[in-house]
């Protein structure tokens, strides 16, 4: 049962502009939500997290805004540049637990 | 400061033999979890362990353990491989002080034919 759900799966955008990651969650239980960073043969590096008392948080060019009622939580990269090009993952954590359920991913591909 | 680091990159295993792959977190973190990812999917928690105690557990059959030591680092162990095994298999360490920010280091592929 997949309780995170991820699109779009990939997603091609020019340089400079804005790239747009949405997931959707199922378990009101999760209270934790973080974005990952994946590049081929690396492990996902931590990018933004955000919790669901907060409706948005910014960190540089990226942004997570968040949606409580409609349990659906995005990522904006302002900016978008070719260093950029990765796999991105959602992901969501339940309290009083270490286990992050992670979206199936989206490939990002920023054009020069 | 090292981050997490993994042994070995990469592994070639056949069905029904057994692997181990070994994990030492950041310095000064406690906790350590497993993470399975197939080739094209989102990571899939396997365990976590805190405190040398195993603290979650994910939909692996029992043919997967693991179990973490003194010094914090850990070891997944994974019997009689099956070909769908392969995958990149990821740990993630976290300090007790911010267990849900999680360090990941750069996995072990294994290849299972």
């Known amino acids: 049962q997949q309780q995170v759900k991820q699109s779009p799966q990939s997603l091609i955008v020019q340089k400079g502009g804005i790239s747009i990651i949405n997931c959707a969650y199922e378990?009101?239980?999760?209270?934790?939500f973080p974005w990952y960073q994946q590049f081929p043969g690396k492990g996902p590096a931590l990018l933004i997290a955000?919790?669901?008392?907060?409706s948005e948080k910014k960190e540089g060019r990226f942004t997570i805004s968040f949606n409580k009622s409609a349990k659906q939580f995005s990522l904006h990269i302002m900016d978008s540049q070719p260093g950029d090009s990765a796999t991105y993952f959602c992901?969501?954590?339940?309290?009083?637990?270490?286990?992050?359920?992670f979206g199936g991913g989206t490939r990002l591909m920023v054009k020069p | 400061d090292a981050g997490v680091t993994q042994s070995p990159t990469h592994l070639i295993k056949t069905r029904g033999q057994h692997v181990t792959l070994r994990c030492s977190p950041i310095?000064?973190?406690?906790?350590v979890s497993w993470y399975q990812q197939v080739l094209g999917q989102g990571p899939q928690f396997i365990f976590q362990y805190y405190e040398k105690e195993e603290r979650g557990r994910g939909n692996f059959p029992d043919r997967f353990s693991a179990r973490q030591f003194p010094n914090y680092s850990s070891e997944l162990n994974v019997n009689a491989l099956l070909l769908g095994d392969s995958a990149l298999y990821l740990c993630a360490s976290s300090h007790y002080r911010d267990l849900e920010t999680q360090y990941f280091g750069p996995g072990t592929r294994l290849l299972v034919l």
């Open positions: 955000i919790r669901p008392d907060v």
């Open positions: 992901a969501a954590r339940k309290d009083a637990g270490n286990m992050l359920t």
């Open positions: 310095s000064g973190h406690k906790s």
């Open positions: 378990n009101t239980a999760f209270d934790y």
